[in-house]
């Protein structure tokens, strides 16, 4: 459902969603929209926003959908026109140049906001057969505390803050072979 978080089983091998966690921003008849927010390019958000100049933040790889876009989760809430809400304090684009305008008169709330370049995205039924395949383990419950967490750990923390069932998914080797 809308919210939840799709975490990637260690087996997962598919160059763009091995060892993703994926937000979900909407779910339903029509299909699943999400970002993968657990994969941080080499692209700052000044380097492709040409009015945000001293801005840094990174820009995610947020799916293999529509890369050509700009796409960003917040917590603005409300306060930005047109802001989807995804979870309580979460939501799902808006008027960008009102999140420019909110970054630019108080820098530090660059850290409630992630952009992305693309999305993630499935068909009807699609992720459905997917959760059947065990490629994913779901999380509902997500609040903004995942835009705070440090990229590179996102994966191995959701998993741990599971359950001892599922963390131990978190110490399978990137390679089992090397082991």
Do not use: C
């Not at 091998?13 to 993968?36: C, M, P, W």
């Not at 692209?43 to 801005?55: H, K």
């Amino acid at each position: 459902m809308k919210g939840s978080l799709l975490i990637s089983e260690p087996t997962l091998k598919d160059a763009y969603f091995n060892r993703s966690v994926i937000l979900l921003v909407e779910h339903n008849q029509d299909g699943t929209v999400g970002f993968i927010i657990n994969k941080p390019i080499d692209i700052e958000i000044n380097s492709i926003v040409n009015d945000l100049d001293d801005i840094h933040a990174s820009v995610f790889f947020g799916g293999p959908v529509n890369k050509d876009n700009l796409f960003f989760i917040h917590t603005f809430g409300k306060e930005i026109e047109g802001a989807m809400q995804v979870t309580e304090n979460l939501f799902w684009g808006g008027d960008f140049n009102m999140i420019k305008d909110v970054i630019r008169k108080d820098i530090s709330k660059i850290n409630q906001v992630r952009f992305f370049i693309g999305y993630s995205g499935w068909d009807p039924g699609q992720l459905d057969q997917e959760l059947e395949l065990n490629s994913w383990v779901v999380k509902s419950g997500v609040d903004d505390n995942i835009l705070k967490q440090e990229p590179k750990n996102i994966w191995k923390n959701t998993l741990r803050s599971m359950g001892s069932d599922i963390a131990l998914l978190s110490f399978f080797p990137d390679n089992p072979q090397l082991n």
